[in-house]
């Protein structure tokens, strides 16, 4: 049972296999028998099967399971059994579920957690949003790293699915930071490999992956969406060993394809103890000190205005009017982009296995050009996987940049086509007037 970074209110299940997490078509059929035995119960038709139970005690075995793979791949030839030893770490769980990271694994393999944050559950989560996009949890990691010294700062979110962290120099990795960081350690370890993410990461982020020997797939918007992708490729032989969200989500290959915010850092600590046994003074943040980062990005939201239950309708509506729009060049020098394999020309919608995974929301990239600064910029517009209401993701390489794009949507587009009457505009208006 998880509620994630949501509001307190809301909580969901996440169910798993050994072969890794389940998908939502899965998760569906799930859901479908149990209310067809819950109904068969109140007819007092009996479903029942013979069962045997077990209590398990999984956080036991999962942080032993972290443990041994630390031991085993730094294989520390001093002390095999404390290879952080020397290490002073910073672990900030938000208040969430992430705690038993600092005494059952880090405490535990010789790592110095003093300092460290938010580490006893409270669903109220009183210090910030436990979320590692989240400011305020990141300058709360980033002061203690710091004040420290310490050459690592953790940050998870309330089920530790995801994660980021803050190098010794106090500098934050997350986003597309992060999904360098782990390419780059994945890209020594698997030479050639095809790193999955979704639609709205940089072409900076393109250029460093590639730089690297590796391919990038983009892909939809939804960390689950991004995951079966990867599945998918591995299934068509296409080597692809990470797939990652910019919101911090990310499955390796080696780990099963899980969502797994824990074993993601601890891929990063097992890096760091090999620089420094490499005789390395920098920390885990020169792994990345050649990712240009773009000058402005901005995610702006528009709330739906209907009902509830058309909501997901006029959110489609909305979005490929967007599409129509460029296609028919009413938006003077934006194209629908496409990116490598995957053309985000049909919304990050195609699937080239014989069974296309089903449509979730919709969704569309164009890039930006002008006569003074060429391809400057990109746009992707979207549907809320969960909300009612459609989002937009900007990103530009030049000075109000986003601000110029932002104008050119809602004057362009959101009020010549109409959309205007079926999406508040208050985000985008204030944008174009003050840039924030």
């Known amino acids: 049972m998880t509620a994630s970074h949501l509001p307190y209110t809301r909580n969901g299940l996440k169910f798993f296999t050994k072969k890794g997490g389940l998908t939502s078509p899965e998760v569906e059929e799930i859901c479908y028998r149990a209310a067809r ?33 630390i031991k085993r791949k ?61 400011e305020t949890a990141m300058s709360l990691t980033r002061a203690a790293v710091l004040k420290t010294s310490a050459h690592l700062g953790i940050v998870f979110d309330t089920d530790v699915d995801r994660s980021g962290v803050v190098d010794d120099a106090g500098k934050p990795i997350n986003g597309d930071k992060l999904i360098a960081l782990m390419a780059a350690i994945v890209l020594r370890e698997r030479p050639g490999s095809t790193i999955v993410t979704d639609a709205r990461t940089s072409m900076a982020l393109s250029r460093f992956i590639t730089s690297r020997g590796g391919k990038h797939c983009l892909y939809r918007v939804g960390y689950r969406n991004v995951i079966d992708k ?50 390395l003074s920098e920390g885990i943040g020169s792994l990345i000190k050649e990712f240009e980062e773009p000058l402005e990005s901005i995610e702006l939201r528009m709330n739906i205005l ?16 967007f599409r129509k729009y460029i296609e028919e060049g009413l938006l003077e020098g934006w194209e629908l982009d496409s990116c490598g394999e995957c053309w985000v020309s049909e919304g990050c919608l195609v699937d080239s296995n014989d069974s296309p995974a089903a449509i979730d929301a919709h969704m569309y990239r164009a890039k930006v050009s002008d006569e ?18 459609v989002a937009i993701n900007m990103q530009s390489v030049v000075l109000r940049g986003c601000q110029s794009m932002t104008k050119a949507f809602r004057d362009k587009f959101l009020l010549a ?20």
């Open 306 to 321: 209907s009902e509830p239950r058309y909501a997901k309708a006029k959110g489609a509506e909305a979005v490929q009017t």
């Open 74 to 134: 730094v294989n520390h030839p001093l002390h095999y059994d404390t290879p952080l030893q020397g290490f002073q770490i910073i672990v900030n769980a938000g208040n969430g579920s992430g705690g038993f990271f600092t005494w059952d694994v880090l405490d535990k393999l010789g790592a110095d957690t003093f300092g460290s944050l938010n580490l006893n559950p409270d669903g109220m989560f009183p210090s910030h949003i436990p979320n590692p996009e989240d």
């Open 372 to 389: 003074q600064h060429g391809e400057h910029g990109w746009v992707h517009f979207r549907q809320s996987i969960h909300n009612p209401n």
């Open 230 to 279: 990867g599945i998918q490729l591995n299934k068509d032989g296409v080597e692809a060993h990470l797939m990652m969200e910019t919101t911090g989500h990310g499955a390796l290959k080696e780990n099963h394809f899980l969502d797994d915010g824990a074993y993601m850092v601890v891929k990063i600590i097992i890096e760091m103890v090999r620089m420094k046994l490499g005789g």
């Open 37 to 69: 035995k819950y109904a068969n119960r109140l007819a007092k038709v009996s479903t029942t099967l013979p069962l045997s139970l077990a209590r398990v005690d999984f956080m036991s075995t999962y942080a032993e399971y972290l443990r041994d793979i």
């Open 417 to 436: 086509s109409g959309v205007d009457k079926i999406v508040d505009i208050s985000q985008v208006e204030n944008y174009v007037r003050i840039g924030q």
